[in-house]
């Protein structure tokens, strides 16, 4: 099983953005979080992990998910979120199942942060729990990888 953890925008910043709401862990803290969940799963799960300020790139990331062998996407697409149908389409259009996280509660943040364009297209939503969002998404496909 492959399973790609993926960031939009600014989250390359974690650790010293506004630490208040993102806290001060960073993209590396939580890849090497996620493989520890990996690995101790005892199953043959690969991560590939992936940033990217720029939308098309993010874009592109998911339309080559089958060619690369993805079955699973933990995204963050950070403000695209609220903006970008085509993110949305782009998932649409790809057979990996993909769990969008959110390390704050967007549905307690301003309101243009309610709305989520990915949640439509997304297996399931994980909000405002920090950097176990992630750990809770690849807690779940951990165990799916059991069945």
């Not at 790609?4 to 630490?19: F, K, Q, T, V, Y």
């Not at 939580?30 to 799963?41: F, N, T």
């Amino acid at each position: 099983m492959k399973v790609a953890i993926l960031n939009g925008p600014n989250l390359n910043l974690l650790g010293s953005r506004e630490p208040g709401i993102y806290g001060n862990f960073t993209l590396d803290d939580i890849e090497k979080k996620l493989r520890k969940i990996a690995v101790d799963s005892g199953r043959c799960i690969e991560l590939v992990a992936y940033q990217s300020n720029i939308e098309g790139e993010l874009i592109n990331f998911i339309h080559k998910s089958k060619q690369n062998g993805i079955d699973y996407i933990i995204f963050n697409p950070g403000a695209y979120t609220h903006t970008s149908i085509a993110l949305h389409d782009a998932i649409s259009g790809v057979d990996a199942k993909v769990i969008e996280v959110h390390i704050s509660n967007i549905h307690k943040r301003e309101s243009f942060r309610e709305f989520s364009y990915i949640s439509k297209v997304s297996i399931g939503q994980i909000v405002g729990f920090g950097i176990n969002s992630y750990i809770l998404a690849m807690q779940y496909i951990a165990g799916l990888a059991h069945e």
